[in-house]
Structure formats: C-alpha cells, structure tokens
C-alpha cells in the first residue's frame, strides 16, 4: 500500500516542534504525499499558538509547491465530556481538526472518565479524527470507544510517535492491537499519521509498518492509500460537501 497522507503533523507554532511550514511541505513532497495535514496544538497546550493563530490560517496557501495542505489543529479535550479548547467559531473554518488526550492539559480520570471525554469528542460534528487514542495514560474502554467511532463516523489515528521506543506515551503496542482488532470487526476506519514534531519525521511509519506486520488489519480500512476517501471525512471537504 502506498502512503499518501500524514495529516497530523506540528510546526514551530506547536512550541515544541522545530520546522516551519514550508520545510514540513518539503519533507512531505520528498515522501511522495499527495496531502499533509499541519495541526498545531490547541491553545491549552503550553507554549502554542492563541485563537488568533488559528484565525487567520486564511492567509496561508492550500498548495505549496504542488503539495494539498490542510490546516488545522490537534485541539486538547480539556473535561471529561469531551469539550475541546478552541471556539466553534474558529474551529469551523479549519481543513482538519484532530482531538486528543494529553496529560498535561487534562488531569487522567478514571477508566469511564476517560471514555467519556472521548466519545464526547467523536460526537462533536467539528472534529474529524480521535488522536493516539492508544495512550495507556489513559485507560480507555476500547469497545465503547471503536462501537463509537461506528457509529458516528469517526477515523481512528494509528500514532507512529506513540509506537516509537523512549516516546511519551505507554502501552502503545497493546493499546493499538486492542483497537485494531476491534476497529476490523466494527469496519471503523483508522488513519496512520506521523504525530512529527521535525521534519524528518513527517510520514516516518517504519513503526507503524513493523506494527501492521503483526496485526494483520484489513487494508481497505487504512485511509492512507485512499485520499478521496480520506477527504470526505475531513471537515474542509465535509463543509463543502464533497
Ligand atoms: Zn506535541
Ligand atoms: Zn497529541
């Protein structure tokens, strides 16, 4: 299969990344991607960028040297009913936005705490894709979570930053063949992403690669080989109805 798509992807606005826009695009057209998503992390997130940031995305060009860019961002869940931290009115006129858990913008809850903040997410009709999802930060009841994701819709992201030996986030390995298993038997879709924090790491998914080896996933539910399919599902092409 042919990896055409990195969607979440993080530039020096994020605060703790290390590239600019256009030296994201480079990495990606040298890749081969038809499309790269930069989703700078929510304002809750210390050191990111403020609504303003998000605001004036208007002004930045959605094909740069030939590569779709879509721009958004990975917005933190910030309580336990899934309610993110940027203003709808923002969040509306974004290509893509990704919604994920991060201990340091929301303290770990319980087992159905956490669930729930997910499933509010997927719910939410501004929000496109469920980021690392495999965190084990976070337990999660993952049949609730991918029956969910059925039912309204919603990719999973396969995170190759969470795969990744020394990275933040525990259980990765465990967490995602849980998730596979039980996006396979449900039809949920699941989308690879890089998570790159540099640019020599956007569409890196030599662990995801090693990983897929093992958990024999059904090919047709990877949204990477499939731009148009991937497009329909993300708010930019949702607005205009595709
Ligand atoms: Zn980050
Ligand atoms: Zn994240």
Known sequence: MEFLIDAHTHTLASGHAYNTILEMV????GKNLEILGITEHGPAMAGSCQDIYFNNLRSIDRKVFGMEVLLGAELNIIDYKGGTDLRGDIIREMDITIASLHNVCIAIGSREQNTAALIGAIKNPLIDIIGHPDDGHFPLDYEAVVKAAKEYGKPLELNNGSLKPGGFRINAW???MEILKL???CGVEILISSDAHFSTDVAEYSY?????????FPEELLL???PDRFRKMVHKYKKSGL
């Open 26 to 29: 480079s990495a990606a057209r």
């Open 174 to 176: 465990e967490n995602n």
């Open 183 to 185: 996006s396979a038997r």
């Open 208 to 216: 995801v690669q090693e990983f897929l080896k093992e958990a024999d």
């Open 224 to 226: 990477n080989g499939n």
